[in-house]
């Protein structure tokens, strides 16, 4: 049987309740995050949807590959939170989307980034890298890092962000239209997911085989 998205409620009592943080203001940051997401409008009450869904396959993932658990499943809830303040006819998921409003959401990476910095800079950096694992992309750089970060520290954060991102692709292809201006396309012709994936993530081929497995099982 496939999995029902649960309510936040449920999904609090079942992951954020056990989450174990140096300071409790993420769970509450990350709460009134998607609470706000979801009585905004019907658009960003979408995405605090995906959100959810990102959370619950980063967490199955994070199990199965023996990361930590409770790191994936809020980078997962919070990957989006700088979306709160991105306007609702940008989140639309319609043929209209093109590279121009895809550039204009790009803030979003850091405005999730600045959301949490104050209470929980690996969360940040993790919910910052999401859309720029490779350093090609938007958001925070390697070069934002602190230099007093050390190198397990930065290798924990990249993997996360790099997991995050997998399923965040694979979720948003899935669930969404075709959108000529920030799907991969070649010759007129689109590619398929598996070669989007391998493509964009080569050096995490297991994670992604893993990944697609994961969400089949789910939804």
């Known amino acids: 049987m496939k999995m029902q998205i649960q309510t936040l409620d449920e999904l609090v009592t079942k992951h954020l309740r056990k989450v174990k943080v140096d300071d409790n203001r993420v769970i509450i940051r990350s709460k009134a995050v998607i609470r706000r997401m979801e009585s905004k ?4 009450a979408k995405h605090a949807f995906h959100s959810k869904r990102i959370s619950i396959i980063a967490t199955k993932m994070a199990d199965r590959l023996g990361k930590d658990v409770h790191a994936n499943f809020l980078a997962g809830l919070d990957h989006d939170a700088g979306k709160l303040f991105t306007p609702a006819d940008l989140l639309k998921d319609d043929d209209h989307f093109d590279a121009q409003k895809h550039k204009l959401v790009q803030p979003h990476a850091v405005a999730g980034y600045d959301l949490f910095k104050d209470i929980s800079l690996s ?13 090609m992309g938007y958001g925070i750089f390697l070069a934002d890092f602190p230099s007093n970060m050390s190198k397990a520290e930065i290798d924990t954060i990249n993997f996360n962000s790099a997991l995050v991102s997998i399923c965040d692709y694979i979720d948003s ?47």
């Open 41 to 44: 409008t019907i658009e960003h």
């Open 123 to 135: 969360l940040a950096l993790t919910i910052g890298r999401v859309h720029n694992t490779d350093n």
């Open 173 to 219: 292809n899935k669930t969404r239209p075709l959108r000529p201006g920030k799907d991969v396309l070649h010759d007129g012709i689109y590619v398929s997911l598996e070669e989007q994936l391998f493509k964009k993530y080569p050096q995490c081929q297991e994670v992604v085989e893993m990944a697609l497995s994961v969400y089949e099982e789910l939804f």
